[in-house]
């Protein structure tokens, strides 16, 4: 009776041994066909098994989150390529207009020898123009490339930035003078501390300025505020000339992107001065943000850690 029993367990437990081999090697031949099918394309599809081996189920997962990383990557690696047939794109149109431009006048002054001397001078002002613009936007694609490309840390230090941002606006005074226009100043009587790369905040307060001047001239005012906050203090720059349209704000920040239906032709730029500040605000452990009423005012602000 023992034996017989003995044989009855030991058959049970072959059974049992080769059902749980059998559903092993159809997990294995799960996975090696959704691996298939992954490999060829469809990049969804993720393992599903049910293994009564926490083993097979941790291999799985694993397997799962290494699909999500790839997948990522991919996408990522699309976006890029993207961004950079796009930025190859408006690199080439935004160089060649001033440079078609440039010849163009310096051809007219070597051909044409009925131009007055008046003339000349003229076409030689306006030639100047178009070089300083071919000069501002190549700094501007090296500043952006260097900016992104650099992993470096700022130095940063403790600057008053009420003294510096009055040092800042001292340098646009021929520009506000141009304009016509007497920037409202908001700034307090007392030192505000931040923790700063100097270089750096010279460059965003002086990228924010000049586009209020550039978009903001109509509106006849150009302000800069300071405010304090429990962490940060915040630099607000506003105008008040056409502003930007809601569907236009999340993208002000992108590379290249200049509103072009809320902006004058005639005065946009390369669209990578915003694109800057908001780089080299962040490296500085800051936040940067944008309103706007059409119409009525436009603020970008920037905060920085208290020093």
């Not at 189920?57 to 699309?78: S, V």
């Not at 047939?85 to 408006?90: P, V």
């Not at 965003?204 to 005012?221: D, F, I, M, W």
Request: net charge negative; charged share 25%; proline share 3%.
């Amino acid at each position: 009776m023992l034996a017989l029993i003995l044989v009855i367990i030991l058959i049970l437990l072959c059974c049992f041994i080769f059902l749980q081999h059998r559903h092993l090697i159809n997990e294995i031949n799960r996975i090696t066909q959704t691996t298939e099918e992954i490999r060829t394309g469809n990049h969804n599809l993720r393992y599903r098994l049910h293994a009564p081996h926490r083993t097979i189920e941790n291999l799985g997962g694993e397997l799962n989150r290494l699909i999500d990383y790839f997948q990522q990557t991919f996408e990522r690696t699309q976006f890029l390529e993207e961004e950079r047939k796009r930025m190859i794109a408006s690199i080439s149109h935004d160089l060649r207009t001033p440079l078609t431009s440039l010849l163009g006048y310096i051809e007219a002054m070597r051909c044409d020898h009925s131009l007055t001397d008046e003339e000349k001078h003229k076409f030689i002002e306006i030639a100047a123009d178009k070089g300083n613009a071919l000069l501002e936007r190549l700094q501007e694609f090296f500043e952006l490339a260097k900016s992104e490309a650099d992993d470096s840390q700022p130095e940063l230090h403790k600057v008053n930035v009420t003294d510096f941002i009055q040092e800042v606006l001292l340098g646009f005074y021929p520009e506000f003078q141009k304009a016509a226009i007497t920037p409202a100043i908001h700034i307090p009587d007392f030192p505000c501390f931040v923790m700063a790369d100097r270089a750096q905040l010279r460059r965003v307060l002086e990228n924010l300025l000049s586009n209020a001047l550039r978009y903001g001239q109509e509106g006849k005012e150009i302000g800069i505020a300071v405010r304090e906050e429990t962490d940060f203090v915040w630099v607000d720059i506003w105008d008040r000339g056409q502003g930007i349209p809601a569907q236009d704000l999340p993208r002000v920040f992108e590379r290249f992107y200049t509103g072009e239906t809320s902006r004058n032709a005639s005065l946009r730029g390369t669209g990578l001065g915003l694109t800057i500040a908001k780089n080299l605000v962040e490296k500085q452990g800051g936040r940067i943000t944008v309103s706007s009423k059409p119409g009525e005012i436009t603020v970008f602000s920037f905060g920085l850690n208290k020093g």
